[in-house]
Every structure is written in structure tokens, then in C-alpha cells.
Antibody
Framework: EVQLVESGGGLVQPGGSLRLSCAASGFTFSGYKMSWVRQAPGKGLERVATITDNGGATSYADSVQGRFTISRDNSKNTLYLQMNNLRAEDTAVYYC???????????WGQGTLVPVSP | IVLTQSPGTLSLSPGERGTLSCRASQSVSRTYLAWYQQKAGQAPRLLIYGASTRATGIPDRFSGSGSETDFTLTISRLEPEDLAVYYCQQYGISPITFGQGTRLEIK
């Protein structure tokens, strides 16, 4: 059974940093593109970042470019999102999802909440 | 690519047919058009990919169609459990984008 479990969310002050993790199981993690998608309270879905299967290429939404970094450790079956210089508008539930460009997002984690507030 | 979904909210009775629209600002390969269902407090769930292929375990009440800039998700014989927000997504051209969602209410 495919499982994606996010962790690392929590309250952070504006300008602060946080690293999210997503532990994957039930499939060959190194064979798949992975993405982070966020959802602000009461709002829709926004793809934040995507990484290729071997970590060789990444892409970001304009809203986070230069502040967020997606990475992965295939030996640990884990996806990461390093978030720096956080802003109030980054407040959201962050989901990891299996998929990326030209690959449908077929499995999603349960999400982790990141409130950014003084 | 901007995806515009309509209507914003759809209110129907059980047993009725629901038609949700997704319009793209430029042509999208149907190969890379998906629909997701998100129930309150839950993560999104893949319903349809490749514009018309149902994901594993999705009942045949759900069907997708369309091409280029106009795509449709049809839910025949609505059931109370279909209460959710439905999102379309294009994942063929960077950046990957989602529509703003259609909220389906069951009367």
C-alpha cells in the first residue's frame, strides 16, 4: 500500500524557517517524480515545487522561488521541503504528492499545517 | 496555463446528474488533464487522468471528457457522499496548475 506521511509543520514567525519531510512507503520511491502542493485556509490547490526521480532537476512556483528548496533522499525514501524567509501568505496545509510534470498526482499525503504568524 | 472552473458552486439532489466544466487559457493535451475530489478535512483524491481514464477504485458514475481548452467532469446519479470540492489540473506544461475548484452541494 502506497503511503505518504508528512511531518515538520507547526507555528513559525514571519521571516523564520521550517523543514517539512514526507516519508514514503509501499512503492519504489526512487522511480517517481515528487511534488509539494499547498492549500491556504479556505482556498484552492497550488503546486509549490517538483523534483525529478533522481533529484537532478527541480521546479518551483514563482511565489516561492528563491525561498523554498525541494530535495529528496532516495536511500531514506524521504522528500523534503526547506522553507526560508516565511511570510504570512505561506500559511497553508502542505501536501506531498507522488507525481510531477507529465506524471499525474496519484497519491497524496494527509498534509501538515504551517501557520506563519507573529 | 490558467484553468477556469464553472460553476463555482453546484447544488443538486441525489440521483441527479452533475456537469462540471474546466476551461483552459490555451490548449492542453488531454493526456495531461486530471480531476481530483477533495472532501472536507481530507487530502485530494485522484478521480480522472488523461481527461477520461478513471483512477483505481473510482466508480463508473464519474466520467471525464473534452479536449484542447474545454474539459468536463460528469457525475451521474449523484450520491450524498459526492459532497466535495472538485479540481481540474493540467500537468503537461510547466508550471503545473489547478483550477480554482467547483463546490458540489447535495440538497
Amino acid at each position: 500500500e502506497v503511503q505518504l506521511v508528512e511531518s515538520g509543520g507547526g507555528l513559525v514567525q514571519p521571516g523564520g524557517s521550517l523543514r517539512l519531510s514526507c516519508a514514503a512507503s509501499g512503492f519504489t520511491f526512487s522511480g517517481y517524480k515528487m511534488s509539494w502542493v499547498r492549500q491556504a485556509p479556505g482556498k484552492g490547490l497550488e503546486r509549490v515545487a517538483t523534483i525529478t526521480d533522481n533529484g537532478g532537476a527541480t521546479s518551483y512556483a514563482d511565489s516561492v522561488q528563491g525561498r523554498f528548496t525541494i530535495s529528496r533522499d532516495n536511500s531514506k525514501n524521504t522528500l523534503y521541503l526547506q522553507m526560508n524567509n516565511l511570510r504570512a501568505e505561506d500559511t497553508a496545509v502542505y501536501y506531498c504528492a507522488r507525481g510531477g510534470l507529465a506524471v499525474v498526482f496519484d497519491y497524496w499525503g494527509q498534509g501538515t499545517l504551517v501557520p506563519v504568524s507573529p | 496555463i490558467v484553468l477556469t472552473q464553472s460553476p463555482g458552486t453546484l447544488s443538486l439532489s441525489p440521483g441527479e446528474r452533475g456537469t462540471l466544466s474546466c476551461r483552459a487559457s490555451q490548449s492542453v493535451s488531454r493526456t495531461y488533464l486530471a480531476w481530483y475530489q477533495q472532501k472536507a478535512g481530507q487530502a485530494p483524491r485522484l478521480l480522472i487522468y488523461g481527461a477520461s481514464t478513471r483512477a483505481t477504485g473510482i466508480p463508473d458514475r464519474f466520467s471525464g471528457s473534452g479536449s484542447e481548452t474545454d474539459f468536463t467532469l460528469t457525475i451521474s446519479r449523484l450520491e450524498p457522499e459526492d459532497l466535495a470540492v472538485y479540481y481540474c489540473q493540467q500537468y503537461g506544461i510547466s508550471p503545473i496548475t489547478f483550477g480554482q475548484g467547483t463546490r458540489l452541494e447535495i440538497k
